[in-house]
């Protein structure tokens, strides 16, 4: 095999990888849920939520698809749960995808 072949070859491989990267990482996700989430928030594939009345992650799905989060997320979500009003936060881009991968990896199926 060339040189050139080889970088090439090389060059296609990190072309390849970059989509996934783009996508958001949801190991990042995890943690800006951990950071930000998990004090009210079952935030796992499994366990109750700290706040009974904030619904787990894992069955966010349920009632809104993950993609239309994205833009409340950019937003700001400022939402109440029955007596305790939710912080407001806003995601940069990069966090968002983050974070949307993350709940993909823990949301049920419909």
């Keep these: ?5 080889a970088i090439a070859l090389a060059g296609l491989a990190l072309m390849l990888a970059e989509p996934a990267e783009a996508a958001g990482s949801a190991k990042r996700g995890e943690a800006l849920a951990k ?3 998990a004090s009210c928030h079952a935030i796992g594939r499994r366990g109750a939520s700290p706040n009974p009345k904030s619904p787990p992650f894992r069955t966010l799905a349920e009632f809104y ?3 239309s ?3 409340a997320l950019a937003e700001g979500i400022s939402v ?7 912080p407001e936060y806003q995601f940069t881009p990069a966090q968002i995808d983050d974070l949307t991968a993350y709940l993909k ?6």
């Design 80 to 86: 109440g749960h029955e007596g305790l009003e939710m």
């Design 35 to 37: 950071a930000n989430c």
């Design 105 to 110: 990896t823990v949301n049920r199926k419909r």
């Design 65 to 67: 698809p993950v993609e």
């Design 1 to 5: 095999m060339t040189a050139r072949v």
């Design 69 to 71: 989060l994205q833009e």
